[in-house]
């Protein structure tokens, strides 16, 4: 028999749903204008230096209310099996460095492997080796390079509060 459960809306982009990728210079979209201001920052320069290489760098997530996590938390968990599967791939919104604004998920996969290359220059670095479109400010690796990746979120001790 069908599961007869209606099915859950994403929310809206008022709580950072990007359902269509956007610019990181697209002030419209919750999902970038509620970003953390440096990460903003370094965004906008690393996409115009892409854009220069001709690579085209868009945001496919960024700040995301905490209902919003929450929804992709679940969505996350009837997608893997269980809590401790989805948490390889999505956070909590108690530990979600979207809610707070510090991360940003980039895309097509050219700009992915552009700021692999490039962001340590903007401060931005890849922090999970399973997420490549997942990036966060770190303004030591302007001078010091990225620190070394966690494997996955379950790695990062930020996740374990």
């Known amino acids: 028999m069908p599961d007869l459960q209606p099915a859950r809306t994403r929310p809206p982009r008022s709580h950072g749903a990007v359902p269509t990728p956007v610019t990181p210079f697209d002030d419209s979209a919750a999902a970038v204008a509620n970003l953390d201001p440096a990460l903003l920052t370094a965004l906008r320069r690393a996409a115009t230096a892409a854009a220069a290489d001709g690579v085209n760098l868009l945001v496919n997530g960024g700040w995301r209310s905490p209902e919003y996590q929450e929804w992709l938390f ?8 269980s809590e401790a599967e ?9 530990t979600s460095a979207h809610v707070s ?21 903007y401060g931005l670095c890849q922090i999970y080796r399973n997420e490549p479109w997942h990036y966060e400010l770190r303004p030591e690796a302007i001078d010091h390079g ?13 996740m374990r509060r």
């Open 86 to 94: 989805a948490t390889r791939w999505v956070a909590t919104p108690d």
């Open 146 to 158: 990225c620190p070394p990746m966690y494997a996955d979120p379950t790695e990062d001790p930020r």
């Open 74 to 81: 679940t969505e996350a968990i009837s997608t893997y099996g």
């Open 101 to 121: 604004g510090h991360a940003v998920d980039v895309g097509p996969p050219a700009a992915s492997a552009w700021l692999s290359e490039h962001g340590a220059a």
